[in-house]
């Protein structure tokens, strides 16, 4: 009887993690560039009650989360008109990095709502800068370019005031050998790690990608399947309340016994 209470313990313990993971799904609907994440589950070590049979005879002792993954597929594509939102369109991130610490840490990102700053520099949301091919922060200046234009490859095109055009930088696209073994940072970024591999930073068409302006990724949260692993998740918390409950009153009436 004891097993079983201990076992319905690990199994709510299980079912409330996998609703935290719901939780934060749902709550990031509507965010740009976030990848869900799912959990896995594993039973506990069994408890083995004789050898002497033909057959193992044991007794499980429950259950506990194996990995909780972050599912890389792409999001749906909203329509912006604001020529420095950026989606890409196939694998890969965006590499941005810190501004204030040129030597320091590079993060990933599929978040592409960058703005310019009055420095001419292209910049997150939160004032990360976004690195070009080569590693470099990508600026337009301001007093020579009246405007510029982002190109599927992800070329920068300045245009001067008199019309002429060039081609200023590239912005950079890295690849990861296993984008699933990548750490959430926070803000949208991710940081590598040594389960994600090379980061192999290049072109969009060096991932098979490419760069779609006036675009952005949204969330690949789809509320349907949410809902539906919210509702398991909540008749296998009922479960295993009940399963300790069941537990209880039985032992409940061999305390009684002695009466």
Known sequence: MLRSMYSGVSGMKGFQTKLDVIGNNIANV???????????????????????????MQVGLGVQTSAVNV????????????????????????????????AGQTFLTRAGNF?????GDLVT????????????NIR??????????????GQIIGKRPNGT????????????ENPTGLRKFGGSLYEMTGAAGNMNPGTAAA??????AGMLEMSNVDLTEEFTEMIVAQRGFQANSR???TSDEILQEVVNLKR
Request: hydrophobic share 35%; no cysteine.
């Open 30 to 56: 509507n965010t740009i560039g976030f990848k869900k994440s799912t959990i896995n589950f594993q039973d506990l070590l069994s408890q083995n009650m004789s050898g002497s049979g033909v057959n193992p």
């Open 71 to 102: 599912i890389h597929t792409p999001g749906s594509a909203m329509t912006t008109g604001v020529g420095t939102d950026v989606a890409i369109m196939g694998d890969g991130f965006f590499m941005v990095k810190d501004p204030a610490n040129a």
């Open 115 to 119: 703005v310019v700053d009055a420095d």
């Open 125 to 136: 949301s939160q004032g990360y800068a976004v690195q070009s091919t080569t590693g470099a």
């Open 140 to 153: 337009i200046d301001p007093d020579t370019y009246a405007s510029f234009s982002i190109n599927r490859e």
């Open 165 to 176: 055009e060039d081609t200023l930088q590239t912005i950079g696209v890295a690849n990861p």
């Open 207 to 212: 991932a098979t990608s490419m760069i779609s």
């Open 243 to 245: 399963t300790i409950t």
